[in-house]
């Protein structure tokens, strides 16, 4: 049986702290889906092809990667896209306390979906989504928080 694993995110942009926690765990599975979940009640800073297209690119010499995006409950779409496994990135303690409640309720949704935990690196605990976009939308250097690819798109806008 293949070990397909999701990895559920906005990447709303997709960070250094991303891509670290995707490249050490590609290795510990078959299929690697990053799956960019669509919230109606958000609105993103970029769009969800923008984001699906980083990733294609950041990760198109590595077979293991797929993307999508969905709407709706993480479990229903491991069973839609057959993951077994939710990977998740923690940072701090606290992220850790948030991430082990939403593992706990998926759990009790499906009891065979398993939540893996990865910690990130120690020099990119410090970089968040929302941080990045606020650097972003003042006009800051985002160079050492995200790809190339992203960083492309930032300087083009």
């Not at 995006?69 to 606290?94: D, H, M």
Request: aromatic residues 10%; proline residues 4%.
């Amino acid at each position: 049986m293949q070990r397909i694993c999701l990895f559920p995110g906005t990447f709303d942009p997709v960070t250094f702290g991303h891509t670290d926690v995707i490249d050490r765990a590609i290795d510990l599975f078959d299929e690697l889906i990053i799956g960019i979940g669509v919230n109606a009640g958000k609105q993103p800073m970029y769009s969800v092809e923008q984001r699906v297209a980083w990733i294609k690119e950041i990760y198109k010499d590595q077979p293991k990667i797929k993307v999508a995006s969905y709407e709706g409950l993480t479990v229903n779409f491991c069973k839609k896209v057959n993951a077994q496994f939710i990977l998740r990135g923690i940072r701090y303690v606290s992220d850790f306390e948030y991430e082990k409640a939403i593992a706990d309720m998926n759990r009790m949704m499906d009891d065979s979906i398993e939540t893996i935990f990865l910690t990130c690196s120690p020099r990119y605990s410090t970089v968040a989504s929302t941080l990045v976009r606020d650097v972003i939308r003042n006009g800051g250097d985002a160079s050492q928080f995200v790809p190339e690819p992203v960083l492309k798109t930032i300087r083009n806008a």
